[in-house]
């Protein structure tokens, strides 16, 4: 399963968010399947992006787009650090 993991600070997280949940329908289209949002404990303006994707080449092509360039940049994102992860195991404990 691909998966996509984000790290970057917002100048605004408020501001950040709103984008954030506006683009969810251009999100799902490109093909993220679900994500998870957390935060530096001590740094709430810096966010990491969890995100499983249908393909790691839908997900790159979404990230590295200038349409979501422009969205980054109006979104207050600062370099942002995208990696990009194939599952190897999953287990509960």
Same mark, same amino acid.
């Given at each position: 399963?691909? &998966? ?5 600070? #917002?100048?605004d &997280?408020?501001k ?6 506006? $683009? $969810?329908?251009?999100?799902?289209? /490109?093909?993220? =399947?679900?994500?998870?949002l ?6 709430p303006?810096?966010? #990491? ?9 839908? $997900?790159?092509?979404? @990230?590295?787009?200038? /349409?979501? #360039?422009? =969205?980054?940049?109006?979104a207050?994102v600062? /370099?942002?650090? @995208? =990696? &990009?992860?194939?599952?190897s195991?999953?287990g509960?404990l």
């Open positions: 399963m691909p &998966y996509v993991l984000i790290i970057h600070e #917002v100048e &997280y408020q950040w968010k709103t984008i954030f949940d506006q $683009a $969810a329908e251009i999100r799902k289209h /490109a093909g993220e =399947i679900s994500y998870q957390l935060s530096y404990e001590k740094e303006d810096t966010i #990491v992006h969890f995100s499983q994707w249908s393909s790691l080449s839908n $997900a790159r092509q979404f @990230f590295e787009s200038p /349409a979501l #360039v422009e =969205i980054r940049k109006n207050g600062k /370099a942002p650090q @995208f =990696i &990009y992860l194939e599952e195991e999953h509960i």
